[in-house]
């Protein structure tokens, strides 16, 4: 068995590092990389993009026969109907083509950004919660949100720019060489100087935009801690402090957004004052030879038409240039999480997967051996055997591995060293989807959603009834104050179960539990720090929910460790104990003396 991998926090350090000392180029290259899911759409904004440029084109040759014939023939509306009636259908056509291209490029973007945020969504649950321990949820939180927002504007608006900033000068340029080679000559030599000054001066800005967007990613985890601590920011009158410290972080985040926009638009200007030289020494020659006579008026027109036109889209590109600089600062924190390497899973063997068992007939760990990196060991030789029917208590001193044993168990974590099986099928071998869901898993502390009191129940069977989903929650003793709530299991409860009380939560998490109906059941102490009352109530569920199952809880209180079958003592990753509460009790080890300072610290 392979190590654990390198813990997340600490990749996404070594991309930041690397990131940052870096250029633009790789984050160009990771940004165009994942625009395959939008290409479709991106190649019909070029294309009706260039189809756009083209009937600019043939407008100002239009516009230029009309005004000369007019001016110069004296021609009247009736001879020239045919090119003002073929102004009017250009001038519908570019309307109607320019709105299509604007929907296929945020098509384009809005497919990417999907794509993009269920990656991230999928490449977090893969890492799973024992791996990004450590990460700020507010920052995690401003990635998938604000981060993949702050790319549209590269799918959507640069990158078809960039493409069409190509396409179209050549076109109108093309044009202008075959009517007047002297002004086609400089329009090639002054076009290349707007994209060489554009790259030049945003240089200095992608460092800035990638520490603006460290810098609100640390405001975003830095203001959801304090608003999820504000209780105890009160209580110890440390809010006034932490509002200074927010105040504070978004004044950094202010100056660095100002020094972005500085730079934004002095590329702006110096980008409109390169076009309007340009354009002016085009009108310059072109006027001065239609006053020697060189040159005909229509075809100076033409010219003096297509001239601004040619320009245009290398001054857009400028324009957009600032959202290639902001998606390449947000790009850094979404590549560093999908390019944090996945620990090989406990599951690596598809070819021969055996079908997930439908009951838990024995769970076998065998010399199972586990540490994080190359730390110290954090389960050292750790052997027991589970059976259907036994309820094992697990208990120990804070930090014996307790909880990394329920990790293993749960497939959030891979031993080092040694073999996990159930009914004799090693677990590398079971599909993790499979193997999870005969589990039943009981947190301390369990997490409620927003939404409906039946719907946070359903979460353990999205397909059961409202018949089933109120049988799971009587089994677990819930019914009765879920009925009493205003709108009974319609009832809608907040993140964190805000308006229920610590036993209606814990209850809910129990009848989840009975909803899934699955072999084997994992519980980290459900009765922890619950009341006397809420606790005798819970006790009883849990006593039906062991019923026909196997049952490992992490113990933390006497109640607990005395209705288990087998208690199991953790001591530095080590099981230095088992047996019955009785025959434990009578010896003078660890369970005796965890039994004299009380279980509640455990």
Same mark, same amino acid.
């Given at each position: 068995m392979?190590?654990?991998?390198t813990?997340?926090a600490e990749?996404?350090?070594?991309?930041?590092?690397e990131?940052?000392?870096?250029?633009?180029?790789?984050?160009?290259?990771?940004?165009?990389? &994942?625009?395959g899911?939008?290409?479709?759409?991106?190649?019909?904004?070029?294309?009706?993009?260039?189809?756009?440029?083209?009937?600019?084109?043939?407008?100002?040759?239009?516009?230029?026969?009309?005004?000369?014939?007019?001016? /110069?023939?004296?021609?009247?509306?009736?001879?020239?109907?045919p090119?003002?009636?073929?102004?009017?259908?250009?001038?519908?056509?570019?309307?109607?083509?320019?709105?299509?291209?604007?929907?296929?490029?945020?098509? =384009?973007?809005a497919?990417?950004?999907? %794509?993009?945020?269920?990656?991230l969504?999928?490449?977090?649950?893969?890492?799973?919660?024992?791996?990004?321990?450590?990460?700020?949820?507010?920052?995690?939180?401003?990635?998938?949100?604000?981060?993949?927002?702050? @790319?549209?504007?590269?799918?959507? +608006?640069?990158?078809?720019?960039?493409?069409?900033?190509v396409?179209?000068?050549?076109?109108?340029?093309?044009?202008?060489?075959?009517?007047?080679?002297?002004? %086609?000559?400089?329009?090639?030599?002054?076009?290349?100087?707007?994209?060489?000054?554009?790259?030049?001066?945003?240089?200095?800005?992608?460092?800035l935009?990638?520490?603006?967007?460290?810098?609100?990613?640390?405001?975003?985890?830095?203001?959801?801690?304090?608003?999820?601590?504000?209780?105890?920011?009160?209580?110890?009158? =440390?809010?006034?402090?932490?509002?200074?410290?927010?105040?504070? $972080?978004?004044?950094?985040?202010?100056?660095?957004?100002?020094a972005? @926009?500085?730079?934004?638009?002095? !590329?702006?200007?110096?980008?409109? /004052?390169?076009?309007?030289?340009?354009?002016?020494?085009?009108?310059?020659?072109?006027?001065?030879?239609?006053?020697?006579?060189?040159?005909?008026?229509?075809?100076?027109?033409?010219?003096?038409?297509? =001239?601004?036109?040619?320009?245009?889209?290398?001054?857009?590109?400028?324009?957009?240039?600032?959202?290639?600089?902001?998606?390449?600062?947000?790009?850094? +924190?979404?590549?560093?999480?999908?390019?944090?390497?996945?620990?090989?899973?406990?599951?690596?063997?598809?070819?021969?997967?055996?079908?997930?068992?439908?009951?838990?007939?024995?769970?076998?760990?065998?010399?199972?051996?586990?540490?994080y990196?190359?730390?110290?060991?954090v389960?050292?030789?750790?052997?027991?055997?589970l059976?259907?029917?036994?309820?094992?208590?697990?208990?120990?001193?804070? %930090?014996?591995?307790? !909880?990394?044993?329920?990790?293993?168990?749960?497939?959030?974590?891979?031993?080092?060293?040694? +073999?996990?099986?159930?009914?004799?099928?090693?677990?590398?071998?079971?599909?993790?989807?499979?193997?999870?869901?005969?589990?039943?898993?009981v947190?301390?502390?369990?997490?409620?959603?927003?939404?409906?009191?039946?719907? &946070?129940?359903?979460?353990?069977?999205?397909?059961?009834?409202?018949?089933?989903?109120?049988?799971?929650?009587?089994?677990?003793?819930?019914?009765?104050?879920?009925?009493?709530?205003?709108?009974?299991?319609?009832?809608?409860?907040?993140?964190?179960?805000?308006?229920?009380?610590?036993?209606?939560?814990?209850?809910?998490? $129990?009848?989840?539990?009975?909803?899934?109906?699955?072999?084997?059941?994992?519980?980290?102490?459900?009765?922890?720090?619950?009341?006397?009352?809420?606790?005798?109530?819970i006790?009883?569920?849990?006593?039906?929910?062991?019923?026909?199952?196997?049952?490992?809880?992490?113990?933390?209180?006497?109640?607990?460790?005395?209705?288990?079958?087998?208690?199991?003592?953790?001591?530095?990753?080590?099981?230095?104990?088992s047996?019955?509460?009785?025959?434990?009790?009578?010896?003078?080890?660890?369970? +005796?003396?965890?039994?004299? =300072?009380?279980?509640? %610290?455990?």
């Amino acid at each position: 068995m392979s190590r654990s991998p390198t813990p997340t926090a600490e990749r996404h350090t070594e991309m930041r590092d690397e990131t940052a000392g870096g250029a633009g180029a790789p984050a160009d290259a990771w940004l165009r990389s &994942n625009a395959g899911g939008g290409s479709v759409a991106l190649r019909a904004a070029v294309a009706l993009g260039l189809c756009g440029g083209v009937l600019l084109i043939v407008q100002a040759w239009l516009l230029a026969r009309v005004v000369a014939g007019a001016v /110069f023939h004296r021609l009247g509306p009736t001879v020239l109907a045919p090119e003002l009636y073929g102004l009017l259908a250009v001038f519908a056509a570019r309307a109607a083509v320019t709105a299509l291209t604007q929907w296929a490029a945020f098509r =384009a973007a809005a497919t990417v950004k999907h %794509g993009l945020r269920m990656r991230l969504l999928e490449r977090l649950r893969t890492l799973g919660p024992l791996r990004l321990t450590g990460e700020h949820r507010g920052e995690l939180a401003n990635t998938l949100a604000d981060g993949v927002e702050a @790319l549209e504007g590269y799918y959507a +608006r640069f990158l078809p720019q960039m493409a069409l900033a190509v396409l179209v000068p050549a076109a109108i340029l093309a044009v202008v060489y075959a009517q007047d080679w002297i002004s %086609g000559t400089v329009l090639l030599v002054t076009g290349p100087a707007i994209p060489f000054f554009m790259i030049l001066i945003g240089k200095g800005a992608e460092s800035l935009n990638r520490r603006q967007w460290r810098r609100l990613a640390r405001l975003s985890a830095h203001f959801l801690d304090a608003l999820q601590g504000l209780t105890t920011l009160k209580l110890f009158d =440390a809010s006034r402090r932490e509002a200074e410290m927010v105040a504070r $972080l978004s004044e950094e985040y202010r100056r660095s957004t100002m020094a972005v @926009l500085r730079i934004a638009f002095l !590329s702006s200007l110096a980008l409109e /004052f390169l076009a309007v030289v340009s354009i002016a020494l085009v009108a310059v020659l072109v006027g001065f030879r239609l006053l020697w006579g060189d040159l005909h008026f229509e075809t100076g027109f033409l010219v003096l038409l297509l =001239a601004p036109e040619f320009y245009l889209p290398l001054r857009t590109l400028g324009t957009h240039y600032h959202a290639r600089m902001e998606a390449i600062g947000a790009a850094e +924190r979404i590549a560093a999480i999908l390019e944090t390497p996945v620990a090989p899973p406990v599951h690596t063997a598809p070819a021969r997967r055996a079908p997930a068992p439908v009951a838990v007939h024995e769970l076998r760990l065998e010399r199972v051996r586990c540490r994080y990196d190359d730390g110290p060991w954090v389960l050292d030789d750790v052997s027991l055997t589970l059976k259907r029917g036994e309820r094992i208590a697990l208990v120990g001193p804070t %930090g014996a591995g307790k !909880s990394t044993l329920l990790h293993l168990l749960l497939g959030f974590l891979q031993p080092t060293e040694g +073999r996990v099986s159930i009914d004799g099928t090693a677990l590398e071998d079971l599909d993790p989807d499979e193997w999870r869901r005969a589990i039943a898993w009981v947190p301390q502390r369990p997490r409620l959603f927003h939404g409906t009191v039946r719907d &946070n129940i359903r979460l353990a069977d999205p397909g059961a009834d409202a018949a089933r989903v109120e049988a799971a929650a009587r089994d677990a003793f819930a019914d009765e104050f879920i009925r009493a709530l205003p709108r009974g299991y319609d009832t809608l409860v907040g993140e964190g179960g805000r308006g229920l009380s610590g036993g209606e939560t814990q209850r809910l998490a $129990l009848a989840r539990a009975f909803l899934k109906d699955a072999p084997l059941v994992l519980m980290d102490e459900a009765t922890a720090s619950l009341d006397a009352h809420s606790e005798e109530r819970i006790g009883r569920a849990l006593q039906r929910l062991s019923a026909g199952r196997a049952v490992l809880t992490v113990a933390h209180r006497l109640a607990t460790v005395r209705e288990a079958d087998r208690i199991l003592v953790l001591d530095r990753g080590r099981i230095v104990e088992s047996g019955t509460h009785r025959a434990l009790a009578a010896r003078d080890g660890l369970y +005796r003396a965890l039994l004299t =300072a009380g279980l509640e %610290g455990v």
